[in-house]
């Protein structure tokens, strides 16, 4: 009888790690088709969602379509966060985290003057995007009063 037992838990042991597999790519799956996962979120749908989304080439590639980096764009809830729906692709890029995606803007001409860098890199402090004050703000930190620029995108209309 203990042989038949050791043989069932070695059965069991020995299929639980297929079983742990299949179970995952059955909860991805079902993500995946309730649209709860970043590949099914389908294309960025303007220059914001692409800088939020650290996606350079779509930044570039919508750049030169015309899309305006300092315009506010609408951006999808589940791309920045539910209560952060409008922004302009700059303060998307600072969002981004990654200052790879604020020196492709600065290259392409987006950030034309010291007070917009300044602004962005108060937006970059208030969220503790350090690589991207870093880039915006070499050397020093900037002189900023915390939260105020995070406040201001806060109060943009949500529609």
């Not at 952060?84 to 995606?101: D, F, K, P």
Request: hydrophobic content about 45%.
């Amino acid at each position: 009888m203990s042989g038949r037992r050791s043989a069932w838990g070695l059965g069991v042991a020995a299929s639980a790690p297929p079983v742990a597999v299949t179970l995952a790519l059955l909860v991805f799956a079902a993500r995946e088709l309730a649209g709860d996962t970043p590949s099914s979120w389908g294309a960025m749908q303007n220059v914001a969602e692409a800088a939020a989304m650290g996606q350079s080439s779509e930044i570039l590639r919508l750049l030169r379509e015309g899309q305006d980096p300092r315009r506010v764009w609408p951006v999808r809830p589940e791309i920045i966060s539910s209560t952060i729906t409008r922004v302009t692709a700059l303060e998307a890029a600072v969002w981004s985290r990654r200052g790879q995606e604020m020196e492709l803007f600065d290259r392409e001409g987006a950030i034309p003057d010291a007070a917009l860098r300044h602004e962005l890199a108060c937006l970059a402090a208030d969220i503790a995007a350090q690589e991207v004050v870093a880039y915006l703000s070499p050397g020093k930190a900037p002189e900023c009063e915390a939260g105020a620029t995070m406040a201001r995108v806060l109060a943009r209309p949500r529609s």
